[in-house]
């Protein structure tokens, strides 16, 4: 904005954010490359208000993101949703492992999963915590970003913001095809291509 000699107050980027976060983020899934087939499945807490929600992700053993979502629970049943939702990702193979932290939702959830035809029958679940570093250490940009923030005031806000947090976090680590990671001007010119405007 400063390069345009163009002022804008924060709530201005605010409302774009709202607004065009979701859009971001699912314009850009036709463009992504395949995952691998070796899920890692964990969860991390995000301040909503006063109270800590339940953010959900999914990533190959390459650290590609697959899918994520933000619950106000912790429980079977937002395990079940989560992997319901992972598996409609336009963008993932068939897993035939899918590896989770010592939750004790994840079980129950994944056999209800694989029992309703969601989670292919011959796909494992494995509970081995070492498996799940890759999915930690690639928490720490969304928390960078969502710290920045200072806090989100509802559940709505945290949920639209991170689809952006999520959308540029994918772009960075060079999921979309023929895009590098580290182009910066790339990455600019297609956001704007998603939307049909001249950079």
């Known amino acids: 904005m400063r390069e345009r000699g163009l002022e804008v107050d924060h709530s201005s980027v605010f409302r774009w954010v709202q607004h065009y976060a979701p859009e971001i983020n699912k314009r850009i899934r036709q463009h992504l490359k395949m995952s691998g087939a070796s899920f890692r499945v964990d969860e991390t807490y995000i301040k909503v208000g006063k109270t800590y929600k339940y953010l959900y992700r999914a990533v190959d053993k390459e650290g590609q993101t697959i899918e994520f979502m933000l619950s106000a629970k912790r429980d079977v049943s937002a395990a079940k949703r989560f992997f319901k939702k992972m598996m409609r990702a336009d963008h993932r193979r068939l897993p035939f492992s899918i590896s989770v932290?010592?939750?004790?939702?994840?079980?129950?959830?994944?056999?209800a999963s694989q029992d309703e035809r969601i989670i292919p029958k011959d796909c494992q679940l494995r509970r081995v915590k070492y498996l799940n570093n890759v999915i930690e250490q690639d928490h720490r940009f969304i928390k960078k970003k969502v710290?920045?923030?200072q806090c989100f005031k509802s559940f709505h806000t945290a949920e639209r913001t991170l689809e952006g947090i999520e959308a540029v976090n994918m772009m960075r680590k060079g999921q979309v095809k023929r895009l590098a990671g580290n182009d910066a001007r790339g990455q600019a010119k297609f956001v704007t291509s998603l939307f049909g405007v001249a950079a």
């Open 101 to 111: 932290d010592k939750n004790a939702a994840y079980p129950e959830a994944f056999s």
């Open 147 to 149: 710290r920045a923030s």
